[in-house]
């Protein structure tokens, strides 16, 4: 626990950045002809408890990822851009994850999680992108290694609505989950704000190694529409995903839609996403609906995050060919109230402090397991960015 | 699960009792294209530090079960002999 906490301290001491404020509108590349190299972190360090019915849980913790990239303009239409995106939590979480109620998604130890949230890997994205402009239009393609498959949102680390929330949300596995794909090629048209994306990827979460890199078959496909306009983004997407849990021997399909919402500046802003997600699988389609917002005013920032999930707990296990059946589904409400407030602002980056309660709206098929579980945080949270901003906020 | 292995008289239940920090799902049966005893699915899934019993066994035999959240892990399945 204690290591935890010294390694989530050095990593928020050592990201030396300028201040940063990540309110970027997706795919707006900087332009220079030299190449420019920028750092973004964002670190979360404090201490999660979660009332249950029968056995409470805490955890001193840290949530924390850096973001890197260079990147270079080529003449007046081109442009090249590396990133790669890495994060300590292997080192800052238990294994098994951070204890989250009715959260759901990945393995250990050979079985699904339920009530925690993964770490995530190490190596978190590493690839590149190349973009020209021909007039009006534009082309993007994009090669990862490990990398975001265009589906969903821009992923809850990168969201301006979800900035200042160190708790992944229960629909991450219906619309962002994604962002960490072990192999990820993707070809990207835009004109006037509209824009449409297609990839093909390896489908299967990553496996319990957070330390290693994956490396696996591009098997799954997905198409994404976005539209964006000043603070508005608008997209639609949809996945053919194969084998998309380890050890299920069974396909899905994903669909998400979403609107956000995106305004201000360092002092004053306010972003805010709406999202519907969902998996299509043997056992039954899964929903889950999102809201999330953040108002800032000068050193304080409010945020929320409203859910409905649809969660297979009760049947959670996995299934060999031929025995599938209709999983009984639990619709499971959370509700966030959250607060943070700038403590400091040296000139590598901006220290905060804050909190959030969650409660829950427990479906009558988990009451006698999960009673009325609520849980809170409370946090010292660090963000800091050191050249270029970046564009990396799919 | 401890004990893998248990024996029990004619009309008794057993309790399982979760204490794990993570949730356990006990259904009868070696695997899920086994179903069997069906008594065992009564105590079914059960949060860390839950607890709930078996249905009442009426018939001598030997009762198999695994858990469906951790199938294939030997720790996490048994037997209930019943005599």
């Not at chain 1, 005013?297 to 296990?317: C, M, N, P, W």
Request: proline letters at 6%; charged letters at 20%.
């Amino acid at each position: 626990m204690i290591m935890r906490v010294v390694v989530a301290a050095v990593l928020a001491f050592t990201c030396c950045a300028a201040r940063a404020f990540a309110q970027d509108p997706p795919h707006q590349h900087p332009t220079s002809d030299t190449w420019q190299w920028g750092v973004e972190g964002n670190v979360f360090a404090g201490y999660n408890y979660q009332y249950r019915k029968f056995t409470d849980f805490d955890e001193v913790e840290s949530q924390n990822w850096l973001m890197t990239s260079l990147s270079k303009t080529f003449g007046t239409s081109s442009n090249l851009e590396f990133v790669g995106m890495f994060s300590l939590e292997p080192f800052t979480l238990r294994d098994i994850g951070s204890p989250q109620v009715f959260q759901t998604g990945e393995t250990f130890d050979g079985a699904p999680l339920i009530d925690y949230q993964h770490p995530h890997d190490l190596i978190m994205n590493l690839g590149g992108e190349f973009s020209r402009a021909f007039g009006a239009n534009g082309v993007t393609i994009a090669a990862y290694a490990v990398g975001p498959a265009p589906i969903g949102p821009p992923v809850f680390m990168h969201r301006p609505s979800a900035i200042e929330n160190p708790q992944a949300p229960l629909s991450h596995h219906y619309l962002d989950a994604t962002h960490i794909t072990p192999g990820v090629i993707s070809v990207g048209v835009e004109r006037s704000g509209f824009s449409l994306e297609a990839g093909a990827f390896h489908g299967q979460e990553p496996d319990e190694d957070r330390l290693d890199l994956d490396t696996a078959a591009l098997d799954s496909y997905s198409v994404r529409a976005s539209w964006a306009d000043g603070p508005w983004h608008l997209q639609v997407s949809g996945a053919d995903l194969e084998t998309p849990e380890r050890k299920s021997p069974y396909d899905a399909t994903r669909i998400t839609a979403s609107a956000s919402y995106t305004r201000g500046d360092e002092n004053r802003s306010i972003a805010w996403l709406a999202a519907f997600g969902q998996n299509r699988e043997v056992f039954g389609n899964l929903e889950a609906y999102l809201f999330e917002g953040t108002k800032r005013i000068r050193r304080h920032a409010f945020y929320t995050r409203i859910e409905s999930v649809a969660k297979d707990i009760l049947d959670a296990g996995f299934h060999p060919i031929g025995v599938a059946h209709t999983h009984r589904q639990s619709q499971i409400g959370a509700l966030t109230l959250g607060y943070s407030r700038d403590v400091a602002a040296p000139s590598f980056g901006r220290f905060a402090i804050g909190g959030d309660v969650t409660g829950y709206l427990v479906p009558e098929n988990l009451e006698e397991s999960y009673g009325l579980p609520w849980s809170f945080h409370v946090f010292l949270r660090y963000q800091g960015r050191v050249g270029a901003r970046l564009s990396h906020v799919h | 699960m401890t004990p893998l292995e248990i024996t029990i008289a004619v009309g008794q239940r057993v309790t399982f009792v979760n204490n794990d920090v993570r949730a356990h799902d006990v259904v009868g049966g070696v695997d899920p294209a086994h179903p069997d005893c069906p008594e065992i699915i009564q105590a079914g899934f059960l949060t860390p530090g839950q607890q709930r019993e078996t249905g009442i066994f009426t018939t001598a035999r030997a009762c198999d079960y695994h858990d469906h959240t951790a199938l294939g892990v030997p720790a996490f399945s048994g037997r209930i002999i019943i005599r």
